[in-house]
């Protein structure tokens, strides 16, 4: 198995920032990228983020692009999310994710492991 814990999330005012960070751990696992994802309540969960492991490479959904900036350190196995400019529409679950292959990078399904989750709640 592999896990993923999150942490960073919180409260923080419209306009502020919040970094989240995902640790990896257990088993050996062909990595292939680490992705972001969140849920608001009553809301579907919708793709955030994602980082190709081997080359940095990053994809972003529309809504965080240019706010948002993913990266990972190799070393620690973990990937971060920094979060700038903070909407209250951005209030959601928050959860990482990783995924062994290629394919669809914002399709949920594709995803082999996921973590808790960690709140990030924006107050306008």
């Known amino acids: 198995q592999v896990q993923l814990v999150e942490s960073g999330g919180g409260l923080v005012q419209a306009g502020g920032s919040l970094r989240l960070s995902c640790a990896a751990s257990?088993?050996?696992?062909?990595?292939?990228?680490m992705g972001w994802f969140r849920q608001a309540p009553g809301k579907e969960r919708e793709f955030v983020t994602a980082i190709i492991w081997s080359d940095g490479s990053t994809y972003y959904a529309g809504s965080v692009k240019g706010r948002f900036t993913i990266f990972r350190d190799n070393a620690k196995n973990t990937v971060y999310l920094q979060m700038n400019s903070l909407k209250p529409e951005d209030t959601a679950v928050y959860t990482c994710a990783v995924r062994g292959g290629a394919g669809r990078i914002a399709n949920s399904d594709e995803y082999d492991y996921w973590g808790r989750g960690t709140q990030v709640t924006v107050s306008s």
């Open positions: 257990g088993r050996t696992f062909s990595r292939y990228a």
